[in-house]
């Protein structure tokens, strides 16, 4: 219903046009326009439907589940007039109706508690429970806290299932209403069956609550299964580990068909202390209960599985410990090297902002745009990436204009600051360390990661404030060029081996093989030695030519044929990255040699199709190998290219994926072979371990340490695996993380 344009209209024409405005102002749109096609409003202007807005997958799905409420009568349109429903109504819509829903769905949980699910609230029940407890081999435990920080938040309440006896309690100990027992005396009553290792424990993110047990003097032993962890390793690449939505996804496989509520779900920002009782005991028995159910579920899997079942037993399961460990270790923070750094940096932070006013003029160089006008605009620098004021895009800019190299320098060190220099004092527990977090299954190639500090992205000054506790010292063994050892040991390639079997430097000696050069020009420092360091991972993991050709400054068609020589040079090593694209072709997965799984779902379709492309390619072409640039090539017909696009990136990407799963992987679960034996030895000798950054593991030792206790360390990350190639182990001792000096050294020193 568009409006006439006024083309010198006459005095009835404008009263005509001001009758139809006025008409069309008091129109409403209809409840279709206002979701799917839009409507004119009396001004001529187009206003868009609620759905024809940019909204992501959760706003789209929130606002169906509203729409779908307001017709079915659940809740009112909230607004006079259709006019003013628009996306921003909705969502306050959406955020009632949650509260709304609330209070029904608890009053629903209250009426079907089950009735094996019961309350502990007095001194004979408790009892009764601890009798029952003595005939259960293995159970099922949660606790229920005021938040989630394990250093200062308490319990409130402790749930369990007895399998045998078929029953699930919630003991409430500090809830602000109801009858309940106190937390000192159902600690007591339950610590001796929480601390023998003899009776099985399952949790779901056990590490939680055994940190929250130590909290109040318990140190939880014999935990059996943690279905957190189980997942993870039945399905890495899982978009949610939180046991509600593992439940919902797979309920209906062991025994739970309903959708499970999140705790935010059903009490938003409510502490659990405030929750009724009735209401906690349905939601945190259940917890248990879904958590046992998810674990007899999840040991059917493994246990078909062989190999994985072996990997969770022996490694994953017994990790969660030296994890607890290793947290509750945390790192001592120098606070008056802190306090004396950050002045440091700021003074020279200062200077910097004085030398880039100089160079830029009065703008505020942490504003993107202000930057990006002054660079691309008024200084007329080349635009790398789309006018983007990232790092990497500065990098490329650095010789174009030498302010660039203060920004950068300037960056670095305002990222220091705040980051690290003044943020870790801040997270100082009252034992005077930081407490992070470890997490042994966050990627999926295994591999350990930690944050809050993020250790693996600490600088090399932000360690430094870091040290060891009077008396103690930190010691850091790193595994030494591990991932090269394993696709040694892999490939079988001979040639590859050679350097590690007669102590041969690695890089030299491949430089010298893949260049034809003397060994002499191939040494440390030399050009060819620093293109095979980067080479050699280009090659392991299939990293792209243009990438390649960028890393090492060179052009797209020597990076390519630079690889071709490598693999030529070391034939073994390309038949195992090709039989693996083979392999995770026709398995949509591949494995570590322990076992560990990395699933590619929807890759061997998408493989056959890239395949018969190339081949296709290669016929018109006339040649056995795919061209550098398909897309460039006029002989190849457009639509044949465009196919090829379209599944070239995710073909490609599994592939690199594949190759790095298993060499990255078998690593990690050497290095995880590694910490057990650690553990282990540091357990026997009073020490700790503290903490792992990628191949390296951190342990706090008696400053009286020996170079023999030093060689024992060696000896239990060496003796971790058995490859055809030996492994080997760089170790520094320190007192200041960052400062570490070679072993030969510090005992040389010492003598």
């Known amino acids: 219903m568009g409006l006439p344009k006024p083309i010198e ?93 609330k209070e029904s769905v608890l009053k629903d949980m209250v009426a079907k508690t089950p009735e094996n699910y019961r309350l502990v609230q007095t001194e004979s029940q408790l009892e009764q429970l601890i009798v029952d407890l003595k005939e259960e081999p293995i159970i099922a435990f949660d606790t229920e806290t005021t938040g989630l920080d394990v250093y200062n938040d308490t319990i409130v309440g402790m749930s369990l299932t007895l399998p045998r006896a078929d029953y699930h309690v919630y003991i409430p100990v500090a809830h602000k209403t109801g009858k309940q027992l106190k937390r000192s005396v159902v600690l007591k009553a339950l610590s001796a069956m929480l601390t023998n290792s003899n009776i099985g424990k399952v949790l779901h993110n056990a590490k939680y609550d055994m940190h929250m047990l130590l909290r109040h003097g318990v140190r939880m032993r014999g935990l059996a299964h943690d279905t957190r962890v189980a997942m993870a390793l039945l399905n890495e690449n899982e978009p949610s580990y939180a046991l509600k939505n593992l439940a919902t996804k797979y309920g209906k496989h062991f025994g739970f068909e309903d959708t499970s509520h999140t705790f935010e779900d059903l009490f938003g920002k409510t502490c659990f202390d405030e929750v ?48 607890v460990d290793m947290e509750q270790c945390g790192f001592l923070i120098d606070q008056n090297y802190a306090r004396q750094y950050g002045e440091e940096l700021r003074s020279e932070i200062y200077q910097l902002e004085q030398s880039l006013t100089d160079h830029f003029g009065n703008i505020n160089c942490n504003s993107p745009i202000q ?55 801040e997270r100082i527990k009252s034992d005077g360390r930081i407490h992070g977090s470890f997490n042994q299954v966050a990627t999926v190639t295994g591999r350990f990661s930690s944050n809050e500090p993020n250790l693996q992205n600490l600088p090399t000054n932000a360690r430094k404030l870091i040290i060891a ?148 390619i290669c016929e018109i072409l006339g040649v056995e190998e795919l061209p550098l640039n398909v897309w460039r090539n006029k002989d190849i017909p457009r639509n044949l290219k465009r196919k090829f696009y379209e599944v070239k990136g995710d073909v490609e990407s599994a592939r690199r994926q594949s190759v790095n799963a298993i060499i990255q992987g078998t690593a990690a679960d050497v290095m995880k072979r590694a910490m057990l034996n650690l553990y282990q030895y540091c357990s026997r000798r009073g020490w700790a371990l503290c903490g792992t950054v990628h191949d390296e593991a951190l342990m706090m030792v008696d400053d009286t340490v020996t170079e023999c206790d030093v060689k024992e360390i060696e000896a239990c990350m060496t003796s971790a695996a058995s490859l055809d190639v030996p492994l080997k182990v760089d170790t520094e001792i320190m007192q200041r993380w960052g400062e570490g000096v070679k072993k030969g050294e510090w005992f040389a020193s010492a003598a």
């Open 9 to 101: 209209a006459d005095a009835s024409d404008r009263i005509r046009e001001a009758q139809l405005r006025k008409e069309m102002a008091k129109r409403e749109p209809t409840w279709e326009e206002v979701w799917f096609s839009g409507w004119i409003s009396h001004t001529g202007t187009t206003k868009k439907a609620i759905f024809q807005t940019n909204l992501s997958n959760l706003d789209k799905e929130r606002l169906k589940s509203i729409k779908s409420a307001i017709d079915a009568d659940e809740i009112g349109v909230g607004v006079e007039s259709l006019k003013k429903f628009t996306k921003a109504h909705a969502m306050r819509l959406w955020r009632d109706l949650q509260d709304q829903r």
């Open 276 to 323: 009724p009782l009735d209401v906690a005991l349905v939601y945190a028995a259940k917890d248990t209960h879904l958590t046992w159910r998810l674990y007899e579920w999840q040991r059917q899997h493994l246990q078909r599985l062989g190999k994985l079942d072996q990997l969770y037993q022996e490694l994953e399961n017994p990790l969660i410990e030296v994890c």
């Open 371 to 425: 930057l990006s006008r002054k660079l691309y605009d008024e200084l007329k620098l080349p635009e790398v990436n789309a006018r983007s004021t990232d790092v990497k895009t500065l990098k490329a800019l650095k010789d174009k204009h030498p302010g660039i190299e203060y920004l950068l320098k300037y960056r670095e060190l305002t990222k220091l600051l705040s980051t690290y220099v003044e943020a870790l004092p």
């Open 469 to 616: 506790p009077p008396g103690k010292l930190l010691i850091g063994s790193d595994f030494s060029q591990i991932e090269p050892r394993v696709l040694a040991h892999i490939s079988g390639d001979k040639h590859l081996q050679e350097p590690y079997l007669n102590g041969q430097d690695l890089y030299s000696t491949l430089a010298s093989r893949v260049f034809k050069k003397p060994i002499e020009e191939c040494g440390d420092g030399s050009k060819y030695r620093k293109m095979m360091k980067v080479g050699l991972l280009a090659c392991m993991y299939g990293t792209s030519m243009f990438t390649l050709a960028s890393q090492l400054t060179i052009t797209v068609e020597e990076a390519h044929e630079f690889i071709g020589d490598f693999y030529k040079t070391y034939p073994q090593v390309h038949s195992f990255i090709k039989d693996t694209h083979e392999l995770v072709k026709e398995n949509e997965y591949v494995e570590t040699l322990y076992g560990r799984k990395r699933r590619f779902p929807g890759h061997r379709q998408k493989a056959k199709v890239y395949d018969s492309l190339v081949k296709q």
